[in-house]
């Protein structure tokens, strides 16, 4: 039970070993990271038996930048035949657990092996139960079995609590047919990720203003219209008609760098291209400014210090509003539908808007 293993977008595994070392050390869980490249999955392995588990427990998931999905558990070697057994006899040494999924890596191998999951997951379900080792109950650990190859499964399990919210932390968004362009699927995750389900109705409110940097052709845009929002959208390019059919879309062509609203607002989204210093530095001017009170904003990440680069800009936001007095809540995820970059999202907490 001494490795944690670590689910992410195929080639970003060296930046979820240096982000999973950090906190190791922060926590003082002694062990080192392995992976290899493209595999879309990492390793932390402890050097003492409790210390997956006391990684897990100092750390949120949700605050981990680069892992998709963590489970604490072995590696276990399966037979051709009868895998059930053997997976049963392992599971001796796990407590009971309360779901089970059975998840794959990212990558086309992974991809072969979902036929075979779905099929075997039947059987297992009903032999877990049967031997008492699967019982219905979000507050005990899930089961975690990520399956390498037919011959290979990683047994793990993490509290749901604390882990992905959809196996191998992958969100099923239906691509809305209406939208102008699929990057919509961003700011959706975005939204699912940082705001809690139960929060959705009072802070993505019809009642609420938006402005969108980078706006063309509209796909987040059309979330936030979606929702009911008055969105001022900034960009040089066209907006797609249908959006501006809608009467809930103002269409700025102007520079997001240096627009500034008249009033506040409540929202502010970026999806610029741009040097990911540039767009992290709308996120200070923005809610520093009192500008707006939430924000997502998606940083590129083009160059090879992947997360180093994520730190320090996260860092130098985090002293800016330490600075200035302002209490702010900061994320940073990279989401299933981001690709070389991350998504921020910052929220003040103090309710004031100026
Ligand atoms: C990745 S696209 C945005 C896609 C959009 N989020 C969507 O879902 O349809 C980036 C947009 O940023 C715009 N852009 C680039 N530099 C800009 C700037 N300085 N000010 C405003 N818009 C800019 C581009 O014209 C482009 O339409």
Same mark, same amino acid.
């Given at each position: 039970?001494?490795?944690?293993?670590?689910?992410?977008?195929?080639?970003?595994?060296?930046?979820?070993?240096?982000?999973?070392?950090?906190?190791?050390?922060?926590?003082?869980?002694?062990?080192?990271?392995?992976?290899?490249?493209?595999?879309?999955?990492?390793?932390?392995?402890?050097?003492?038996?409790?210390?997956?588990?006391?990684?897990?427990?100092?750390?949120?998931? &949700?605050?981990?930048?680069?892992?998709?999905?963590?489970? =604490?558990?072995?590696?276990?070697?399966?037979?051709?035949?009868?895998?059930?057994?053997?997976?049963?006899?392992?599971?001796?040494?796990?407590?009971?657990? +309360?779901?089970?999924? @059975?998840?794959?890596?990212?990558?086309?191998?992974?991809?072969?092996?979902?036929?075979?999951? =779905?099929?075997?997951?039947?059987?297992?379900?009903?032999?877990?139960?049967?031997?008492?080792?699967?019982?219905?109950?979000?507050?005990?650990?899930?089961?975690?079995?990520?399956?390498? %190859?037919?011959?290979?499964?990683?047994?793990?399990?993490?509290?749901?609590?604390?882990?992905?919210?959809?196996?191998?932390?992958?969100?099923?968004?239906?691509?809305?047919?209406?939208?102008? %362009?699929? %990057?919509? @699927?961003?700011?959706?995750?975005?939204?699912?990720?940082?705001?809690?389900?139960? /929060?959705?109705?009072?802070?993505?409110s019809?009642e609420m203003t938006a402005v969108d940097l980078g706006a063309?052709? +509209?796909?987040?845009t059309?979330?936030l219209v979606?929702?009911?929002m008055l969105v001022t959208a900034i960009d040089n390019?066209?907006m797609?008609? %249908?959006?501006m059919?809608?009467g809930l879309v103002q269409h700025l062509m102007a520079d997001g760098f240096t627009f500034k609203p008249r009033h506040p607002v409540d929202w502010m989204v970026c999806?610029i $291209?741009?040097?990911? &210093? =540039?767009?992290?530095?709308l996120l200070e001017t923005w809610l520093g400014e009192g500008l707006c009170r939430e924000a997502?904003v998606?940083?590129?990440?083009?160059?090879?210090?992947?997360?180093?680069? $994520?730190?320090?800009?996260? /860092?130098?936001?985090?002293? +800016?509003?330490?600075?200035?007095?302002?209490?702010?809540?900061?994320?940073?995820?990279?989401?299933?539908?981001?690709?070389?970059?991350?998504?921020?999202?910052?929220?003040r907490?103090?309710?004031k808007r100026r």
């Open positions: 039970m001494n490795t944690l293993f670590m689910h992410c977008r195929p080639g970003f595994e060296g930046e979820v070993c240096s982000e999973i070392a950090e906190h190791a050390a922060r926590l003082n869980v002694a062990g080192y990271a392995k992976a290899k490249t493209n595999a879309a999955c990492a390793e932390f392995v402890c050097t003492e038996e409790d210390g997956a588990e006391r990684l897990m427990k100092g750390q949120r998931f &949700a605050q981990l930048i680069f892992p998709r999905q963590w489970a =604490r558990g072995v590696f276990l070697d399966l037979p051709e035949t009868d895998r059930i057994s053997v997976i049963l006899a392992q599971l001796a040494n796990f407590p009971t657990c +309360g779901s089970l999924w @059975l998840e794959v890596v990212d990558t086309n191998d992974g991809k072969e092996l979902s036929n075979f999951c =779905r099929k075997f997951e039947a059987p297992l379900r009903k032999a877990l139960t049967q031997a008492g080792k699967l019982v219905e109950d979000a507050s005990k650990p899930r089961l975690l079995l990520t399956f390498k %190859s037919g011959r290979e499964v990683f047994l793990g399990m993490a509290d749901a609590d604390n882990s992905a919210m959809w196996p191998m932390g992958i969100p099923r968004l239906k691509f809305p047919r209406e939208s102008p %362009s699929r %990057s919509t @699927l961003k700011l959706e995750e975005a939204w699912h990720h940082f705001i809690p389900r139960d /929060q959705w109705d009072e802070r993505l019809g063309a052709p +509209g796909g987040w059309y979330q979606r929702r009911g390019g066209p797609a008609e %249908s959006l059919g809608t999806d $291209v741009e040097k990911p &210093a =540039r767009n992290a530095a997502v998606n940083l590129k990440l083009p160059m090879k210090q992947r997360y180093a680069e $994520v730190r320090r800009l996260l /860092q130098r936001i985090e002293e +800016g509003f330490e600075a200035r007095g302002i209490r702010v809540e900061i994320g940073c995820k990279q989401l299933y539908h981001d690709r070389e970059e991350v998504t921020c999202h910052l929220r907490l103090d309710g």
